[in-house]
């Protein structure tokens, strides 16, 4: 009994926290999106999806985020082998190099990708001075893409490296003395448990991909609308907060699918290591 | 427990509410101004001659700057919007009128030509001080373009494809697709703004960005050939790069003040009014104008401006005559609105 109520003491900034931080403030959204400037009740706010402007914006975002999800899987998921593969204490100096360029500003990190990408940038400048084409990089969906990649890359490799880590050496080495080659191993042993890293890889790259407005804006000359930018817009420029609350919500939705999705694929990927 | 932690949950919120309800002068002023717009220097002696601290926050344009002063999370004592958002703070509520006796130097110093103009957004001059002013026209690099440029037709010439750099707010956008028509950059008329809106998307394949404070950056680094961009950049980015013309296109533009005001909410009421008066003093004026080379309303500051190139400059204080010059109006919600949305559309099209 008393063991239960200290836990529970314990708990309580935990609770404060989550009530002013998270439910207060889905409360507000909820609030703003559902109602009009009068307060009264309407759908409206969240139905403007469907307008040709928010539904492009939105399935711009979808796109963009999706390319670059499968770009980070495709560049992290051999970069995470080799972390794993590392003795313990080497492969922390790797994956601390790795990290480093995180503690920098994430704004900073952008725009120094504005001044590389740009006609008269780093990397222009150096095609040039070795006789190449200069090439229109910056202000192109590609820039976003780009810029969604390099920033959201670390948040696909932690999880693969976490779950390729925890993969015992014993069963790979079973699944070779039981004559599967390299190829089959993966295949049917690496990869199948990795697959809970994947998940929340993935997760964690195509939310913050999807709902990311600074990038489409640094890197994007603010000539490409993703769903980010007009919630943005609507908060900040146009002063509508009830628009920007009901596409809040069908962001929302789109994220609570994605998270979904990662549970139940986290508990299939729990059962299997059982 | 659960009963408990209610209470101290809500006790919680209570504190934080009363926190922020405290309302007191605090030997502070904090000030909201646009960005790159000041120079630190004239803060730092405000400071040091009346003991007064000042706070000092930026934003990029008065769309971003009016929903946080709505919203009044934060309370600002000085803030400095243009014309047309002056007008539309004043309607809010969200202004107080200015104890002139405290800002002796404002009448004395600013000319009579700028209360006129301030006069249409502020009738009768109560609740606002002019700080800058000037021209939106068109910044171009004479080694990209060899043609004598006097029109805003020349932002849809396909000869400068991806070398064009447009200003990402509603009103200066909008206002370049409607002068160029002809139109009035206060038009509500919705198929004037339809064709506006039209025109700028069009133009969009050949717009390199749509930015605000880069577009001076970027001028002077030869990104761009031809940008739109505020009169009081054009002295900047010539002594950054002395390639760069500025001019006032024939169809017209928009002249525009900034203006110092003190929100209705404002905790140091009395410590705004010093600063605004400080910003008037002739020297103060002259050590800003030369820092952020906006032109500058105070008669007296421009009278002790030395170098004579800059004293009798056609960009700096153009000859208002010559132009055809509007200021820019507050619409009223419902232009605002259809504003917006035009706005959404060019910003959405490929």
Redesign the interface.
């Known amino acids: 009994m008393l063991r239960n ?1 200290n836990k ?1 003491m314990l708990g ?1 900034p935990y ?2 926290w989550s ?2 931080f998270i439910v207060i403030p889905l409360f507000m959204v909820f609030y703003y999106g559902l109602t009009d400037k009068t307060g009264a009740f309407t759908f409206e706010n969240v139905s403007a999806i469907a307008t ?2 928010h539904s ?2 939105l399935w711009l975002a979808v796109k963009l985020s999706i390319i670059s999800t499968i770009i980070c899987f495709f560049l992290a998921y051999p970069l995470a082998m080799i972390l794993a593969k590392y003795a313990k204490g080497k492969s922390s100096v790797l994956v601390m190099l790795f990290i480093l360029p995180m503690w920098m500003n994430f704004l900073l990190r952008t725009m120094a990708w504005q001044t590389l990408l ?3 940038g780093v990397i222009n400048t150096m095609l040039s001075f070795i006789g190449l084409p200069r090439m ?1 990089m ?2 192109t969906p590609g820039a976003i893409v780009f810029g969604m990649v390099y920033n959201f890359l670390p948040f696909m490799v932690l999880p693969l490296y976490n779950s390729l880590e925890k993969i015992d050496p014993n069963m790979i080495n079973a699944a070779r003395d039981l004559g599967a080659n390299a190829f089959i191993t993966f295949f049917k042993v690496t990869l199948p448990l990795s697959v809970p890293g994947i998940i929340s890889g993935i997760t964690m790259v195509f939310v913050p991909a999807l709902t990311t407005f600074v990038i489409s804006t640094l890197l994007g ?3 490409i ?1 993703l769903i980010g ?2 919630i943005e ?1 609507e ?6 907060w009830h628009l920007g609350s009901g596409l809040s919500i069908v962001l929302m939705i789109f994220i609570i699918i994605s998270m979904v999705i990662q549970s139940i694929a986290d508990k299939d990927g729990e059962g299997s290591v059982l | ?1 659960k009963k408990f ?1 209610l209470a ?2 809500l006790a ?2 209570v504190l934080s509410l009363a926190a922020c309800g405290k309302k007191s002068e605090n030997g502070k002023v904090v000030v909201y101004n646009w960005g790159e717009y000041i120079d630190p220097d004239t803060l730092e002696q405000f400071e040091k001659e009346t003991g007064i601290e000042v706070v000092y926050d930026e934003f990029e ?1 008065n ?2 700057m ?2 946080k002063v ?1 919203a009044g999370a934060t309370t600002y004592d000085v803030i400095c919007p243009s014309d047309y958002m002056v007008d539309k703070m004043i309607n809010a509520g969200l202004l107080q009128e200015l104890d002139f006796d405290k800002i002796p130097n404002a009448k004395k110093n600013i000319g009579a030509q700028y209360w006129a103009q301030s006069d249409q957004f502020d009738p009768g001059n109560k609740y606002s001080v002019p700080y800058c002013w000037g021209t939106v026209g068109i910044l171009y690099n004479k080694t990209m373009v060899d043609e004598e440029i006097d029109s805003w037709n020349i932002l849809w010439d396909p000869k400068y494809s ?1 070398q064009i750099l447009m200003q ?1 707010s ?1 009103r200066d956008l909008f206002a370049v697709g409607l002068a160029k028509n002809g139109y009035s950059i206060n038009s509500t008329n919705e198929d004037e703004l339809q064709k506006a809106k039209q025109d700028l998307i069009d133009q ?1 394949p050949l ?5 605000i404070d880069e577009v001076r950056d970027k001028m002077i ?3 761009a050939a031809i940008g739109v961009i505020y009169s009081g950049e054009a002295i900047y980015t010539q002594r950054e790069n002395s390639d760069l013309e500025y001019v006032i296109p024939k169809e017209g533009t928009n002249v525009w003040i900034d203006n110092w005001v003190i929100p209705a909410n404002a905790e140091n009421v009395e410590n705004a009014h010093k600063f605004i008066d400080f910003m008037c003093r002739e020297d103060i004026a002259l050590k800003n104008f030369e820092y952020i080379t906006y032109s500058t309303p105070n008669e007296a500051a421009q009278k002790l401006i030395e170098d004579e190139d800059i004293k009798n400059s056609p960009i700096a204080f153009p000859d208002l005559s010559k132009y055809k010059l509007e200021t820019y109006l507050y619409l009223g919600e419902d232009a605002d609105e259809l504003y ?1 949305k035009l706005y ?2 060019i ?2 099209a490929d």
């Open positions: 109520k529970l309580i609770y404060v009530v002013i040709y402007e492009k914006a740009e006609n008269n229109t910056i202000n000359g603010s000539k609308l930018n007009v817009q908060f900040s420029q146009t002063n509508n | 427990m932690m101290l949950v919680a919120m344009t769309e971003l009016f929903p709505a991806g990402d509603v969009k717009v390199q960005a749509y930015v680094g030869n990104e917006s959404k559309e910003k959405s």
